[in-house]
């Protein structure tokens, strides 16, 4: 595709569907670039005009860095600048008009991210809606969850009709996970939290009453059809074979030992031994019977599943209030809220109206990742697009399925598929992409290889995730066949290398090692590892700390991973209340403070009575004289002075030069809070525990550090070189699902149809986009990939089995 936008003519539709590192982001550049050489002029509203939508901030970012760079290319007409004037037809002149307004007015640059360009579109919208335009949207709504629940289990001491109901959810959850060990309220909270956005999800209330009677009736009724099939086969001189007289004699008894090969069953005729009759005989009528027993089966092993779960629905239904007091409180809307109620107000309001509203008109639209929209996401955007396809104007979407690993978050990879039908009055082009342009022969080549076997060998694939039916297997071709891809010009001398490491006790010691010898020839910022978990970043994190390799993470830039900041939140709880040794003693053995760790230790365990700062305050030290000041003007300074004299008395700047800028953003954050919430320091202190987690540093991309980050973080992304040294994944087995029609229940055999259609259904989703993170993780690197897996030989370790399996049929001997 070196040139497709010369066959173009507005309005169409364009999308581009090609594998990692295709440039499929680099041609969205391009048709920017090509989009403003087609403005009649360069002005404000043919820049607005053209919306350019990503999906994480960092995309956004590195799209508007690729738009301005190509434009300041084409001015200076260099190389690079030369070969863009070819494809874009943006001539320099031009492109410097459009590089000044550009700067001139950054603000209306439309390169978003499609969930800031939706929200937006709420704001605009919200007093339509009935909502103060200064909400702001909360998108991390895990942060929220965990607020609600530590809200619930605070209430539930005093409330004893709350504690009642987390009491029986403690049980209910003991007896369904078998969750053993320690950290059994985490694993509890977890689950909570998953089941609750499920829930939330549906826009219906929950049906919170159940009626145990009503599992005795299903009961009743299933014996009396049990009773009525035997009798029947009794009378006309039938016996069943095999236990199947057991099944209709105590239904509820057999199929709780979990037998239900006989729901397969069509007729009785097939479950009763041969005899002289049984040719002869009408089965239609007692079939009837038999049909009816199935289906009141059916309905008892659901209402069963459901009831198992009630105490989960009470306290979702809880939550739900606390939720929307929070909300309330904070200013602040819930992505499935906003989204759900613009798509609605959308569908109401006429296209005129809302463009008032607006006051905006997009005509161009180009979307990034497109596979990981959503439904929702794209019956909003879709509005606006018949529009501007309406008015002449383009869309261009470009995208990947086997790159969606957002399913979880509703993300719909079908839509890339057929979007493009619902958007019919248009010219309509596709395309895809062969080159890689990003990285080495040797792993592109282990690339085509290893995911070219999922296309190729879906009845193993298949086997292997025990989920043997058809539409399973379709996906996996749709998804992972053409995607080979060939080397680019540039990169055919590039070295490369990928290397399999089985997992040894000492694992660590040896990924180190190797880590260092590549530290000899190469940069730390060339080196990424990738992982699922946060916990797992923490996990490498420290290994490598430990080691003094410096790292960055999203965690090593929360402002609490320095000590210093640690130091300064101890010395504030210290300061406002001395009286608690437990907080004099914390702040005392902080690196920030002065005082030596053994003098005030073994002061502590000698001291027979009183408070240990009664005992400090009476020792003659300078140190101790500044902390007495601090204790007296408590009351006086703020939260910023104080923390100010404290940085000033221990000269914190200079002794800890490495957290300076976690001090700065400390210090700016204090200042930026309102000003109810630094009252004092005990309000202060109340904030802190809330915002603690979400408080980081900004990440630059020159800092000299080996980067640890999720996988999910590092789409899109490249590296040099990429360790994954945590492949050892299983798809979650489920132990409770969330119906379409709002019901949660336990997932036990034997399945109701429509619990076992649903199981079915998540299954193949958790497996797809576990697979898609598979793809996602080998295709970042740009030079050389290292992994990790146990040797297993074992089917239920999923991921390493299928590893094994792919390096054995493909001969891929990277050990
Ligand atoms: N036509 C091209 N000429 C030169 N370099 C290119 C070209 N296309 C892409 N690249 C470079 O190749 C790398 C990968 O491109 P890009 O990020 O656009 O791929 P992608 O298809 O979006 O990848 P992914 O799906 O993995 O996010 C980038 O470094 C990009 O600058």
Redesign the pocket.
């Given at each position: 595709m070196d040139n497709i936008f010369e066959e173009l003519n507005f309005p169409f539709v364009l999308k581009l569907r090609?594998?990692?590192?295709?440039?499929?982001?680099?041609?969205l550049m391009i048709a920017y670039l090509w989009l403003l050489s087609k403005q009649k002029r360069v002005s404000l509203d043919s820049l607005k005009s053209i919306v350019a939508l990503t999906f994480t901030n960092q995309a956004t970012f590195e799209m508007k860095h690729r738009i301005l760079q190509g434009l300041k290319d084409i001015v200076l007409e260099n190389d690079k600048g030369k070969a863009l004037v070819k494809v874009t037809g943006l001539i320099p002149s031009q492109a410097k008009k459009w590089l000044d307004l550009i700067l001139d007015r950054y603000f209306c640059f439309q390169v978003k991210t499609l969930d800031s360009f939706l929200f937006n579109l709420f704001r605009l919208l919200s007093l339509e809606l009935g909502f103060p335009p200064t909400l702001k949207p909360e998108f991390n709504e895990e942060f929220v969850l965990n607020q609600l629940i530590d809200r619930l289990w605070r209430i539930s001491l005093q409330d004893d009709n709350i504690q009642q109901v987390v009491s029986s959810l403690v049980d209910v959850f003991l007896e369904i996970e078998q969750v053993h060990g320690f950290n059994i309220e985490n694993k509890l909270k977890s689950r909570l939290r998953e089941v609750f956005f499920e829930l939330y999800k549906i826009k219906k209330d929950i049906n919170l009453n159940f009626d145990v009677d009503s599992l005795k009736y299903q009961e009743k009724r299933i014996k009396e059809l049990g009773n009525k099939i035997l009798n029947w086969v009794d009378e006309v001189g039938l016996e069943f074979k095999y236990s199947w007289r057991k099944a209709f004699l105590d239904p509820i008894g057999y199929f709780n030992s979990d037998k239900s090969s006989f729901l397969n069953k069509e007729s009785i005729k097939e479950m009763c031994r041969a005899n002289k009759n049984k040719d002869v005989l009408d089965f239609s009528k007692i079939d009837k019977y038999f049909f009816r027993f199935k289906k009141e089966l059916d309905t008892y092993f659901y209402l069963k599943a459901d009831l198992k779960v009630k105490p989960y629905i009470q306290i979702c239904s809880i939550l739900k209030d606390f939720l929307a007091d929070y909300s309330r409180e904070e200013g602040i809307v819930l992505p499935n809220d906003w989204m759900y109620l613009l798509e609605q107000k959308i569908k109401e309001l006429d296209i005129p109206t809302i463009f008032a509203f607006l006051g905006e008109r997009w005509k161009h639209f180009l979307i990034?990742e497109f596979q990981d929209t959503s439904n929702i996401q794209w019956n909003i955007l879709k509005f606006f697009i018949q529009n501007s396809l309406a008015e002449g104007g383009s869309v261009f979407l470009?995208g990947?399925q086997k790159?969606s690993i957002y399913m979880w978050r509703d993300a719909d990879p079908e839509l890339f598929l057929n979007c493009h039908r619902e958007l019919p009055n248009a010219d309509f082009h596709e395309d895809t992409?062969k080159y890689n342009?990003?990285s080495s022969p040797y792993i592109i080549d282990f690339n085509n290889k290893v995911f070219s076997f999922f296309s190729s060998a879906t009845n193993e694939i298949a086997s292997i995730f025990k989920l043997e039916n058809n539409r399973f297997q379709s996906k996996l071709k749709d998804y992972f066949s053409s995607l080979e891809q060939s080397v680019?010009e540039?990169n055919k001398n590039l070295k490369g290398k990928v290397k399999r490491f089985f997992k040894q006790e000492d694992w660590e010691q040896d990924f180190l090692r190797l880590l260092n010898n590549i530290l000899e020839n190469n940069e730390l910022s060339d080196i990424a590892i990738l992982v699922r978990s946060n916990e797992q970043a923490k996990e490498i994190s420290s290994l490598l700390l430990a080691a003094n390799i410096p790292v960055i993470s999203e965690n090593n830039l929360v402002l609490e991973a320095s000590f210093v900041i640690k130091g300064l939140i101890n010395f504030l709880r210290f300061v406002d209340d001395p009286m608690d040794d437990e907080k004099v003693l914390s702040f005392c053995l902080t690196p920030i403070c002065p005082l030596e760790n053994e003098f005030i230790l073994k002061n502590y365990r000698e001291l027979e009575k009183g408070l240990l700062w009664d005992w400090l305050k009476k020792q003659d030290l300078e140190e101790v004289a500044f902390l007495k000041y601090c204790v007296q003007k408590s009351a006086f300074l703020s939260v910023y002075e104080l923390i100010l004299e404290i940085v000033k008395e221990y000269s914190l700047k200079t002794k800890f030069p490495d957290h300076l800028a976690f001090l700065n953003r400390f210090l700016e954050l204090i200042i930026s809070l309102p000003k109810t919430k630094v009252l004092n320091i005990c309000m202060f202190l109340k904030e802190w525990q809330i915002i603690k987690e979400k408080q980081k540093l900004g990440c630059s991309e020159h800092i000299d550090a080996v980067r640890v980050m999720t996988i999910h973080a590092a789409?899109?992304l490249?590296f040099d070189i990429v360790f994954l040294p945590f492949l050892d994944w299983n798809i979650p087995r489920l132990n409770i699902l969330v119906l379409e029609d709002g019901s949660i229940v336990r997932v036990k055999k034997p399945y109701s149809a429509n619990i076992a259609s649903k199981l079915e259904q998540e299954k193949e989703k958790h497996i797809l986009e576990t697979l898609n993170l598979l793809y996602v993780a080998f295709?970042?690197a740009k030079r050389e990939l290292y992994y990790w897996v146990e040797d297993s030989d074992k089917r239920k370790k999923n991921i390493p089995f299928l590893l094994k399996i792919i390096e054995e049929t493909i001969g891929c001997n990277n050990a």
């Open positions: 090609a594998s990692a590192g295709a440039g499929k982001t680099y041609q990034d470009v990947d790159q992409l342009w990003r680019c540039k789409k899109g490249e295709t970042r």
